[in-house]
């Protein structure tokens, strides 16, 4: 496994035991989701560079795509839960509560 590798799946796990472990505000929860993304963008990226595959560059931009999107939901949720609620606490966002 190259250094490229280890940095790519080191940076997914740190990101999604963040997500997992670090779940108090909805904006961590964001950024901790983009960095998961980033670190597939850039994998996806580099791939086809080292496969020496042209037919697979199309998809790092169809990642990059998706990734705005969710970027742009995530912070509308953010918007609307900061409006109704107070505050960006997950604990306030439960909607199983009575």
Partial sequence: MSFLH??????????????????THLISALLCLESMMLSLYLALSIWPVQAQ??????VPILM????ACEAGTGLAMLVAS?????SDH???LNLLQC
């Fill in 6 to 23: 280890l940095s790519f799946y080191s940076a997914f796990t740190l990101s999604s035991l963040g997500l997992a472990f670090h779940r």
């Fill in 90 to 92: 997950l604990h306030n």
């Fill in 82 to 86: 900061t409006r109704t609620h107070g």
């Fill in 64 to 67: 990059l795509a998706f990734s």
């Fill in 53 to 58: 595959t042209p037919s697979f560059t199309l």
